[in-house]
């Protein structure tokens, strides 16, 4: 039976990602086979596996750190959200459902053997598992048949770390008070809280951190301190949104923020690029004039598009892309099209929305969402592209795609992998830019038309800098955790 531990927050966005991640790594550096896990994950950032299954990006990354191959039973249950009140259920890798948040709740406890089943058969592969929760155990009206805190904990019998974010603030209060809501034998499950993201001198903290302890009966093992560290983010909390401004001295990526924008970890490649800045933009005012713009994924396209055109961004791109290339990716890609047909009601799951609606007409694709999704990884080759994209052709690319939709050129020819129109370019290839010297390329271009300096050519790769950032996240944590009585749990 493989060893395990499990770390649960005070609220979402508390670190709880990174924090599985770098135990992973801490783990698999100290020579033992890990793998992460978490039963059930709300995200619109997801990844799909060498067969064809959907899963959370977080726990890619997670597997990623831990030196392993990311497979769906690592994440069983992925809620990818469609609207304020209904998600898309996937279960073990496959599309089960659109549901509402209430028939979702009614209906969990079903999904319980798929989930004891999922960690079977990471117990049969690996020394140990490291569970991530997901918001907090004390949501107390969710706690009846929970299946992704305390009662997981409970399932497989895993020592808890609790974690608070004293960035935040309230740090004392979050994690007191989220004990004091737990009956005791959740408890007891606690065996230590961690203090997350903290700046400053450490002294200034240890008075309120003997208190914590005494009032808490439960032993701080570990304050972090707020790390610069550079990987995927699991959710919409990511602080990569706030990021407004990209200084003269950088090219200027400019990503439209959808009010259900998916996949945004498929410009994190460029975080390793040091003559590139990217910045989330969600009005045309933001929009300015970057040295690119970048549409990515939506879970909700038809809604995504018309909302571009009601508050003036797609005016304001289609005007740019006169002298401006335009990427776009997946729902991106579908909206640079001339149409998008949803004649069954699955892009947004309410079948009485609006079923056609107008693209940007900025490439020639016709798009038309389908009963099953698409779900692959792919490779290829990009082909003859001009202008700013002429430096592409002939790079081996690599990625995956997931997607609803089904898109055709207006001559009714299929689709190819990536296709230009002047300074438009669409694909449905996730993951497309961390092939090895496509971002890279890209920007160079993009810095030589600006007249800066680009990227070094004996720059790492992307998969080099990513393996340098787990590195250094796991040296932090070993380094501000009590790793001995971490052991100790195990």
């Known amino acids: 039976m493989a060893k395990k531990i499990m770390i649960q927050g005070t609220m979402s966005s508390a670190g709880k ?38 899963m959370g990006r977080a ?14 039973e690592m994440n069983p249950i992925l809620l990818k959200p469609t609207s304020d009140k209904g998600s898309q259920v996937i279960v073990k890798g496959e599309v089960l459902a659109d549901m509402s948040a209430k028939e979702y709740f009614a209906r969990k406890t079903e999904l319980i053997p798929v989930i004891k089943e999922a960690f079977a058969k990471l117990e049969e592969n690996y020394d140990i598992i490291v569970i991530e929760g997901a918001g907090s155990p004390a949501e107390i009206n969710l706690k009846q048949n929970d299946i992704v805190n305390m009662g997981i904990a409970k399932m497989f019998n895993a020592n808890v770390l609790l974690v608070g974010d004293i960035d935040r603030g309230g740090v004392f209060a979050q994690l007191l008070g989220t004990l004091m809501l737990l009956p005791e034998d959740e408890k007891q499950l606690v065996k230590g809280l961690v203090i997350n993201k903290f700046r400053g001198d450490k002294t200034i903290l240890d ?14 093992c570990g304050t972090v301190p707020f790390m610069n560290i550079k990987l995927d983010d699991e959710d919409s909390l990511t602080d990569r949104f706030s990021v407004r401004e990209a200084t003269g001295a950088f090219v200027d990526i400019a990503v439209i923020r959808f009010p259900h924008i998916s996949n945004f970890t498929d410009f994190d490649v460029f975080d390793s690029i040091k003559s590139c800045r990217v910045r989330y933009v969600d009005s045309a005012a933001q929009l300015g004039k970057p040295d690119i713009v970048m549409l990515p994924g939506s879970k909700n396209t038809l809604q995504d598009m018309l909302w571009l055109r009601e508050n003036g961004l797609e005016a304001a791109i289609k005007y740019i892309s006169r002298s401006v290339p335009v990427f776009g990716i997946c729902g991106g890609f579908q909206m640079l099209g001339e149409e998008i047909e949803d004649t069954f009601g699955v892009d947004s799951g309410q079948k009485d929305f609006q079923n056609r609606v107008r693209g940007m007409s900025l490439l020639p694709v016709i798009t038309k969402m389908q009963k099953e999704k698409t779900r692959r990884q792919i490779k290829g080759v990009i082909p003859k592209l001009s202008g700013t994209f002429e430096a592409l052709s002939g790079m081996d690319f690599s990625g995956y795609e997931i997607h ?43 810095a030589k038309n600006k007249g800066i300096q680009g990227e070094d050519e004996e720059a790492i790769s992307y998969a080099e800098f990513k393996e340098k950032q787990y590195d250094m996240l796991a040296d932090i944590l070993r380094e501000h955790l009590d790793m001995d009585y971490i052991y100790s749990l195990l």
């Open 207 to 220: 008075p309120g951190i003997e208190s914590l302890e005494k009032l808490g009966g439960k032993k701080v």
């Open 404 to 446: 609803m939709g089904e898109s055709s050129l207006t001559d009714k020819a299929d689709a190819p992998a990536v296709i230009q129109k002047g300074n438009v370019l669409g694909t449905y290839v996730h993951g497309i830019f961390d092939a090895p010297g496509i971002a890279k390329t890209l920007c160079g271009v993009l």
């Open 59 to 72: 726990q890619v990354m997670q597997a990623e750190a831990a030196g392993v191959k990311p497979v769906v």
């Open 17 to 54: 990602s990174f924090l599985v991640a770098g135990l992973c790594r801490i783990f698999s550096r100290d020579g033992y086979r890990v793998a992460p896990f978490k039963s059930q994950n709300m995200a619109l950032n997801s990844f799909i596996t060498e067969d064809g299954l959907e």
